[in-house]
């Protein structure tokens, strides 16, 4: 096997709908491992007219979220696109909430640093209750349109 490439592998932080295991499972068909985060420095605000947060730098201020490793080439592309222009993906440095650990990683950053629609902060445990349902179906339609890597298995 002289000749084959090494797969790279990906870690990103989520701080919004992708916190969901449901969500996650729709877009890359499992779900990889994770653990809680916190990214210093950002706001996640919500964004009007919108059922998805954006976060932005904020000094002293946190984003609480969690880390998913093991993500391969093709995943992040799917996170891309599901993404959309509306993020940039950046390195960032969280905070491993179990160990402390500093750890650098992926993250999707709002690209309108000025952008008007933007106010108060995002609730995860609201938006469960109130939009999860919602946004199922639409990640759902998403996932159907995508095209997915071949499975090894």
Sequence with gaps: ?????VAT??????????MADDVVRLLLN??????SAILPDFHRFSIKGRVYPAILPAQADKVSGKVLFGITDDELYI?????DIEYERENVHVFLTDSSEKLETKAYI????????LYGTWDFEEWKQV??????????????EMKFPESET
């Design 9 to 18: 592998m990906h870690s990103v932080f989520v701080y919004g709908s992708l």
């Design 131 to 144: 939009h999860m349902e919602g946004f199922l179906k639409m990640t759902t339609e998403f996932a159907q």
């Design 110 to 117: 709002w690209a309108n640093k000025d952008d008007p629609d």
């Design 30 to 35: 499992r779900v990889p491992s994770t653990a």
């Design 79 to 83: 996170l891309d696109e599901f993404e």
């Design 1 to 5: 096997m002289s000749g084959g490439t």
